[in-house]
T-cell receptor, first 110, second 115 residues
Framework: KQEVTQIPAALSVPEGENLVLNCSFTDSAIYNLQWFRQDPGKGLTSLLLIQSSQREQTSGRLNASLDKSSGRSTLYIAASQPGDSATYLCAVDSWGKLQFGAGTQVVVTP | EAEVAQSPRYKITEKSQAVAFWCDPISGHATLYWYRQILGQGPELLVQFQDESVVDDSQLPKDRFSAERLKGVDSTLKIQPAELGDSAMYLC?????????????FGPGTRLTVL
């Protein structure tokens, strides 16, 4: 059974600092990996999707890498802003089903 | 920009009552998903539709939960009777085609509180 872990569970950084969020998964037989953002009490906003054949994906200040062999993905957010404060979840698509981590709650302080 | 619509946004009910949630996916999306998210956890898939057919409902508590997508467009998730442990966020998502290839887009969710 696929298990997805996100460490740390919570993170606080000062504005301007780069954010590094980690996601690990136990089964490397995946189709893709997706990163989401969730604001309190709201739905999920898709940030990046990395296909299993890709090593990384970039969108603006966001960059996500994927290392299937080691079962890891990292989301980098450059020059963090208070508006980046949210919970970030990774989800792995394996066997046709998305398995989510519990998320990393990020607070960016002005 | 096309979005997944859900209603209601919030629902408060007493245990043993029936509740229903509605989802309208992005136009043209063949695959529709219902997830349940307990506070502090990631979403868990309840049911997946491909057009009007159920693809996966292995995690749906079928004694009290039911889901339908009669015309392959919008969908309804029902709970009868509701229990205290059903309090959670219920999220609907859709994707263009098959899983493993296409990005999933989520709606704003329905927050259910069972008293």
């Amino acid at each position: 059974k696929q298990e997805v872990t996100q460490i740390p569970a919570a993170l606080s950084v000062p504005e301007g600092e780069n954010l590094v969020l980690n996601c690990s998964f136990t089964d490397s037989a995946i189709y893709n990996l997706q990163w989401f953002r969730q604001d309190p009490g709201k739905g999920l906003t898709s940030l990046l999707l990395i296909q299993s054949s890709q090593r990384e994906q970039t969108s603006g200040r966001l960059n996500a890498s994927l290392d299937k062999s080691s079962g890891r993905s990292t989301l980098y957010i450059a020059a963090s802003q208070p508006g980046d404060s949210a919970t970030y979840l990774c989800a792995v698509d394996s066997w046709g089903k998305l398995q989510f981590g519990a998320g990393t709650q990020v607070v960016v302080t002005p | 920009e096309a979005e997944v619509a859900q209603s209601p946004r919030y629902k408060i009910t007493e245990k043993s009552q029936a509740v229903a949630f509605w989802c309208d996916p992005i136009s043209g999306h063949a695959t529709l998903y219902w997830y349940r998210q307990i506070l502090g956890q990631g979403p868990e898939l309840l049911v997946q539709f491909q057009d009007e057919s159920v693809v996966d409902d292995s995690q749906l508590p079928k004694d009290r939960f039911s889901a339908e997508r009669l015309k392959g467009v919008d969908s309804t998730l029902k709970i009868q009777p509701a229990e205290l442990g059903d309090s959670a966020m219920y999220l609907c998502a859709s994707s263009l085609g098959q899983t493993g290839v296409d990005e999933q887009f989520f709606g704003p969710g329905t927050r259910l509180t069972v008293l």
